[in-house]
T-cell receptor, first 117, second 116 residues
Framework: DTGVSQDPRHKITKRGQNVTFRCDPISEHNRLYWYRQTLGQGPEFLTY????????KSRLLSDRFSAERPKGSFSTLEIQRTEQGDSAMYLC???????????????FGPGTRLTVL | AQKITQTQPGMFVQEKEAVTLDCTYD???????LFWYKQPSSGEMIFLIYQGSYDQQNATEGRYSLNFQKARKSANLVISASQLGDSAMYFC?????????????FGAGTRLAVHP
């Protein structure tokens, strides 16, 4: 399977704990995105990387959230001091940018469902 | 201002019939892309179809077609010959800009139920 993978698929944690999620993009893709989806809503953009550079962060990404993509391959999203409001599905997507190509389709992984008790 | 509007929280269709899921968008950027994704109960977002703002023809992918009406700012998804496996949430999304500004903005989704 050469699609986007995410680990873990489910995470249950207690309020105040730190959690870390991992995303492995499609191997030749140089762009990687994180989104958050709460129940009954569409995904909301959190942040995006081109290679190892984090180029944009949403205002949703508070200082308790940090994302990295150290070698331009996999990425991690860490949430410190989790709150109940962090409970959501965290989706990762990747795409391939080629020069001025406009069709930059994002392919999503299966998501990590976080429950904060 | 809401950028992507999906006015149908839920739709149902009989198996083998066609169904149209509505999507309207708002942007002042002349260059943008419109996407439809399917999300089954498992949670994964599955890419279905893409339409660029400068594309002259409506996009088609198998049983999926996109009815793109630029002046009305609508990008409705048409699913022909519905199958039971089409039951899922469907999201319309927009990317503004010519690929240099990349985040997708999603609508609230439409839940489609296909009845036998």
């Amino acid at each position: 399977d050469t699609g986007v993978s995410q680990d873990p698929r489910h995470k249950i944690t207690k309020r105040g704990q730190n959690v870390t999620f991992r995303c492995d993009p499609i191997s030749e893709h140089n762009r990687l995105y994180w989104y958050r989806q709460t129940l009954g809503q569409g995904p909301e953009f959190l942040t995006y990387f081109q290679n190892e550079a984090q180029l944009e962060k949403s205002r949703l990404l508070s200082d308790r959230f940090s994302a990295e993509r150290p070698k331009g391959s996999f990425s991690t999203l860490e949430i410190q001091r989790t709150e109940q409001g962090d409970s959501a599905m965290y989706l990762c997507a990747s795409s391939q940018a080629r020069g001025q190509v406009v069709d930059d389709t994002q392919y999503f992984g299966p998501g990590t469902r976080l429950t904060v008790l | 201002a809401q950028k992507i509007t999906q006015t149908q929280p839920g739709m149902f269709v009989q198996e083998k019939e066609a169904v149209t899921l509505d999507c309207t968008y708002d942007t002042s950027d002349p260059s943008y892309g419109l996407f439809w994704y399917k999300q089954p109960s498992s949670g994964e977002m599955i890419f279905l179809i893409y339409q660029g703002s400068y594309d002259q023809q409506n996009a088609t992918e198998g049983r999926y077609s996109l009815n793109f009406q630029k002046a009305r700012k609508s990008a409705n998804l048409v699913i022909s010959a519905s199958q039971l496996g089409d039951s899922a949430m469907y999201f319309c999304a927009m990317r503004e800009g010519a690929g240099g500004y990349n985040k997708l903005i999603f609508g609230a989704g439409t839940r489609l139920a296909v009845h036998p």
